[in-house]
């Protein structure tokens, strides 16, 4: 009867599953239905669709006895149309069959990617133009543009947000200052000038999603939002440093552009219906660019039509308003570059010359140079017994989880008072959490072994921390094991200047290529994202933050393609504010083909491992905001290309269509290794086969440099991939602006994999930089 029992537990099990699955699709949660272009005008005056006519459509769909769910969490009808509402999963099917649907799919929860950056971006590089003056352009330029900082909000009595010397508000500014219990409206002026707050979508333990109100107010409660928006367009502060570390004079990249703030974002992530609807609102409003330092999850990436990053920049992109986004922090990793749709500028993170480090002395007189922020009260006058997690376990703890500091696994009685040695082989247990078990231990301090994170300075406060690679830390643990009473002391931070070499790509730093499609190289760019000074919340947060005797800075230090990000939008704010008639793709071209591959040692840009980097980590290189002023040449990318990306990438005719509500018809041979042929600032080929004739790519530039110019190309190119222009000189002349070329790759004696190269257009002033990656099968 044994046989009998086996299939009774197996329709058990298949019962339960039904249920379950009959359960959860009777469930309601927060989708988002995206319904394209709001009108066929592809402007900031736009038929608006009535909330009316989007309720209409739910109540077509959701049965009468649940009318109380026939409501709109969010209405967009600005840029693009669509709504989000509580759906179940056969209600959401339903729709996203009925005409005019574009895509609906769960409102997803995106995350947060979390001074002396801008002067070495202009001048340390050794690349400022000559006879530029960037003061001068800066105090000059047009206080007229508008950068909307989509994330947790701002801190409005921040320094970087006065408004002392600004103009008017521009008259075609159409946002509002929100009020909330803690924010008014004199708390916007003429730097700040807008700031909303939305509902925020918080999810619990059970996957359960509801909607709750904020706190009812624009202001920063995180911080995060706060340093974003003083990156890209802080005004000048005289004598800004966290606690003395990094003094000197803060400003953002556009320190004359005004700031429009929307807040999205809680600490535990952001509703990426909410961000929809912020950059729904952001367009309306007036802005020229978008800032947003957040994403999702680089093991969940949604396609272009799925991801409300994409399709909010998508349409904010076609009324000319440029959207800038983090590239992500799951680096060192490829294929974990986010934010990668083309119409979306991606950054990367570097460092800038300057570094915190804390210094190890062990007993034997050896000492280390660690990294890291501590304000320690420790000295060299007193030495503290030296010991590694792994010899004071825990009863019953394992080894290799007191060798990593879990929560739990030390024996507080073996580690008070003394100086506790962690490594990070499991890295699912963060830096700050190491930090706490020892310190709730009662420790007097720590140093961490972390090759992979070493170059990221970590924020401990007032206790004891530095962070050293893998050589620095064997000869520790190496010490530790020599004697009977390893001593050591851990001495407060003191900043290095004039750190080299510099830039490199961050550890962190998400790398390309994109998940989607290898055919468009990701990340575009790179900018500073490692111990950026920028205004922040001026308290207190954690116990022991805030040194003795001070008070909490106005001012912190903090890494992240986060922070990165707002460094591109200030540049692009700033060349907009020159450029007044230029497009978001000609200010993202100006960006891309003048930015610089060397360090300032110059030598090649190298990642933390101190390999030659490559463009799928650094894009086509860091960014030079005063070079990119005076381009030559760019590249327009426009909406017909994105739309035959989107083609070549496989969605239909009707999608593409219903998308900017036109008659576009998807070319008959609509294929992905076509998307190399949009006309974009680099060129990635992700499949050429050695056998093959050679792969032929066009792209076509417009002169924004003198009238009568001609240029010749210069290619730089592995040993074995053949790489031809044609024509390889362009000449312009008044009633020639734009000429289109051809590149031609051929690989039968390359090495397989990733080759990377260089096209360069120069006429005598000007060096027009296109990357190319091209893999050989």
Not at 475 to 493: C, E
Request: charged share 15%; glycine share 8%.
């Amino acid at each position: 009867m044994e046989w009998l029992q086996q299939f009774l537990n197996f329709l058990f099990v298949a019962s339960l599953i039904i249920i379950t699955t009959a359960i959860s699709d009777q469930t309601s949660k927060p989708y988002v239905v995206y319904m394209g272009n709001s009108s066929p005008n592809n402007n900031r005056v736009q038929d608006q669709i009535p909330e009316s006519d989007h309720l209409q459509l739910l109540s077509s769909i959701i049965p009468s006895e649940e009318s109380e769910r026939i409501a709109l969490i969010h209405h967009f009808s600005h840029a693009f149309s669509g709504f989000s509402a509580m759906l179940t999963e056969s209600e959401a099917s339903a729709l996203s069959g009925h005409d005019g649907v574009v895509s609906v799919f769960p409102d997803p929860v995106l995350k947060l990617h979390t001074t002396r950056s801008w002067d070495f971006l202009e001048s340390d590089l050794g690349l400022k133009p000559p006879h530029v003056n960037s003061k001068t352009i800066l105090q000059h330029s047009s206080s007229d543009t508008i950068i909307a900082v989509i994330d947790t909000g701002i801190w409005p009595e921040s320094p970087s947000f006065r408004d002392e010397g600004i103009g008017k508000i521009p008259s075609r500014w159409k946002g509002v200052c929100m009020e909330g219990h803690d924010f008014k409206k004199s708390n916007c002026n003429r730097k700040l000038i807008g700031a909303r707050y939305y509902n925020i979508q918080a999810t619990s333990g059970s996957n359960q999603t509801q909607i709750e109100a904020t706190k009812g107010s624009p202001r920063d409660s995180v911080g995060h939002g706060t340093h974003t928006a003083s990156i890209a367009a802080g005004v000048y502060v005289n004598n800004a440093s966290y606690y003395g570390l990094a003094q000197g004079t803060a400003r953002g990249g556009s320190p004359s552009t005004r700031i429009a703030a929307y807040k999205t974002c809680s600490e535990e992530g952001c509703s990426g219906a909410t961000i929809l609807k912020a950059i729904d609102d952001a367009v309306k409003d007036g802005v020229d660019v978008i800032s947003i330092s957040i994403g999702l999850s680089s093991l969940f990436q949604s396609d272009f039509l799925s991801d409300p990053i994409a399709i909010g920049a998508f349409h904010a992109e076609q009324m000319g308003v440029m959207v800038v986004c983090s590239a992500g922090n799951d680096g060192p990793d490829p294929f974990t570059v986010v934010n990668t749709a083309p119409w979306i500028f991606t950054i990367a993170a570097s460092n800038i010359d300057r570094n915190f480090q804390s210094t190890i002395i062990l007993g034997n007189g050896k000492y280390f140079q660690g990294t890291g922020i501590n304000f320690s009260n420790l000295t060299l006058s007193k030495m503290h017994r030296l010991v590694f997690g792994e010899q004071v376990a825990a009863k019953f703890a394992p080894a290799s989880e007191a060798r990593n500091c879990y929560p739990g696994s030390l024996d507080y009685n073996k580690i008070a008072g003394n100086i506790v040695v962690c490594v990070n082989d499991d890295p699912t247990v963060a830096r700050r959490i190491k930090k706490l078990v020892v310190q709730d231990a009662r420790a007097v301090g720590i140093i961490l072994i972390d090759e992979e994170n070493k170059d990221i300075p970590f924020d401990a406060g007032v206790f004891p921390f530095t962070e050293v690679g893998n050589l620095e830390g064997h000869q520790i643990l190496q010490y530790i094991n020599s004697t009977k009473n390893p001593t050591a002391t851990i001495l407060p931070t003191t900043e290095v200047a004039r750190y080299k070499p510099s830039p490199i790509v961050a550890s962190f730093s998400s790398r390309g290529p994109s998940s989607f499609t290898e055919n468009i190289l990701k990340p575009d760019v790179m900018a500073p994202g490692i111990g950026i000074l920028a205004a922040v919340i001026p308290k207190s947060t954690d116990p022991g933050s805030v040194p003795i005797g001070k008070k909490p800075s106005s001012f912190g230090i903090k890494s992240g393609t986060s922070m990165a990000c707002p460094h591109v939008t200030g540049a692009a704010a700033f060349i907009k504010s020159v450029h007044q008639n230029w497009s978001p793709s000609m200010i993202k071209s100006a960006l891309m083909t003048t930015a610089t591959n060397y360090n300032n040692m110059r030598k090649p840009l190298t990642n933390s491992s101190n390999y030659i980097a490559d463009p799928h980590e650094i894009g086509v290189g860091e960014i030079n905001p005063l070079r990119a002023l005076h381009p030559g040449l760019v590249f327009e990318t426009n909406v017909e290309d994105y739309l035959r990306f989107l083609c070549y990438n496989g969605y239909s005719q009707k999608k593409v269509r219903s998308m900017l509500k036109t008659n576009f018809n998807c070319p008959k041979n609509s294929s992905e290794d076509l998307i190399s042929n949009i006309n974009y600032p680099s060129i990635s080929i992700s499949t050429l086969k050695r056998q093959q004739k050679p792969k032929v790519i066009t792209r076509t530039v417009t002169n924004v440099g003198s009238l009568n110019a001609t240029y010749t190309a210069k290619v730089s190119s592995p040993e074995g991939l053949v790489v031809k222009v044609i024509p390889n000189k362009l000449v312009f002349s008044e009633g020639v602006q734009r000429i289109t070329y051809k590149v031609s790759f051929f690989g039968k004696e390359a090495n397989g994999g990733y080759n990377f190269g260089s096209l360069a257009w120069l006429d005598g002033h000007h060096y027009v930089l296109t990357v190319f990656a091209v893999k050989i099968e």
